[in-house]
């Protein structure tokens, strides 16, 4: 899932200053689920501007809708009057679905209400964590399901660095050393061998270094 957490109000305040309407869109699965985009946290936010700006002496009415999926265009068509009569949209999506807002809603403002931080899972209540940075070449065949390029703090591919120490990372002690829990695991497969392998230097190019990305199914296009 990709995880994101909201704004500080005052951003929020000041990227919305000027405006007199608004619409405040909540996202139905990834940002619901992290508790940062769901219709309560809309419903929330909401109120907390109106009275902020009460408070300034600017009020502002709030409009407030949560789609399934604001990352496709399906799902925001029913917006499409609400956004003809408010100044301004407000995004609790991720960046993909402020992005997805802005282009299916090319003559108004869109602005994002979330900080976006990384694809990952809970762990415990309230607690999510890194899993993968999609970077379009998955290794975790070789690692017993666990991502060196997510976990390691250095993505290093071939074994811990030198500053691990009982299991801990050296960038931060609080942290499990990834390559630590990848030979735990491997060696509770039995399948230790495959440390043996040395994997090859990354090749960046299919991950962000190699420009915006896409996935092609053709057969699938119409």
Known sequence: MIVAEQKSLDEIKGMIAGCKRILIVGCGTCTTVCFAGGEKEVGILAAELRMARKLDGDPIETVERTVQRQCEWEYLDPLVEEVERVDAILSLGCGIGVQALAERFPDKIVLPALNTKFLGLPVEQGVWSERCQACGDCILDKTGGICPIARCSKSLLNG?????????????????CAWQLIYDRLKALGRLDLLAEIIPPKDWSTARHGGPRQVVREDLRL
Do not use: A, H, R
């Not at 811990?160 to 499990?176: A, F, H, T, V």
């Open 160 to 176: 811990p660095c030198g500053g691990s120490q009982n299991g801990k990372c050296e960038i931060n002690p609080e942290l499990d």
